[in-house]
T-cell receptor
Framework: SQTIHQWPATLVQPVGSPLSLECTVEGTSNPNLYWYRQAAGRGLQLLFYSVGIGQISSEVPQNLSASRPQDRQFILSSKKLLLSDSGFYLC???????????FGQGTRLTVV | GDSVTQMEGPVTLSEEAFLTINCTYTATGYPSLFWYVQYPGEGLQLLLKATKADDKGSNKGFEATYRKETTSFHLEKGSVQVSDSAVYFCALRSGGSNYKLTFGKGTLLTVNP
């Protein structure tokens, strides 16, 4: 069966520090991968999606970047965090032939 | 572009009350429609889905019917429980955009005993 792992679960980082959140999927090949952000009291905002290794599409201009160095690995990064980067970050995957997406447990990021 | 509009929350109900959360959409082609649920501090879980017009998705007592004529996918449950307290998201994957998932803003449901 397929599983998705996302870590860390919580993170507190100072303003100006770098960020790296990692997401891996097991049990499938060539998945579509997604990073979403959920700010407090707001809905889900799609940040990045990837349909293959090295292929990243950005939905909104921002202080973040994403990379997909391996087929089932998706990384969200920042060189210098801003206060506004605080939120709940969710990784998700979808099988190329499938319909629904499956989500990780999320990372609660607080920038102080 | 694709969009999903769902009713503003929060919604507060007593146990065993009837629940409706409205969801309407705009999309190109023939989208697949979903309801996801998010329990406190957790990621999203798929609750139900429908992939074509007139399909009814159902799970855990929740139901939603894909209405193409009204571009709607309203979530219903006949008798809610305290354990149903969560945030509910309506979402679509458009046939015109094979990769993107578009979500509504979410509706917080609180069920009191």
């Amino acid at each position: 069966s397929q599983t998705i792992h996302q870590w860390p679960a919580t993170l507190v980082q100072p303003v100006g520090s770098p960020l790296s959140l990692e997401c891996t999927v097991e049990g499938t090949s060539n998945p579509n991968l997604y990073w979403y952000r959920q700010a407090a009291g707001r809905g889900l905002q799609l940040l990045f999606y990837s349909v293959g290794i090295g292929q990243i599409s950005s939905e909104v201009p921002q202080n973040l970047s994403a990379s997909r160095p391996q087929d089932r690995q998706f990384i969200l990064s920042s060189k210098k965090l801003l206060l506004s980067d605080s939120g709940f970050y969710l990784c998700a995957w979808r099988d190329f032939e499938g319909t629904e997406a499956f989500f990780g447990q999320g990372t609660r990021l607080t920038v102080v | 572009g694709d969009s999903v509009t769902q009713m503003e929350g929060p919604v507060t109900l007593s146990e065993e009350a009837f629940l409706t959360i409205n969801c309407t959409y705009t999309a190109t082609g023939y989208p697949s429609l979903f309801w996801y649920v998010q329990y406190p501090g957790e990621g999203l879980q798929l609750l139900l889905k429908a992939t074509k017009a007139d399909d009814k998705g159902s799970n855990k007592g929740f139901e939603a019917t894909y209405r193409k004529e009204t571009t709607s996918f309203h979530l219903e449950k006949g008798s809610v429980q305290v354990s149903d307290s969560a945030v509910y998201f309506c979402a679509l994957r458009s046939g015109g955009s094979n990769y993107k998932l578009t979500f509504g803003k979410g509706t917080l449901l609180t069920v009191n005993p």
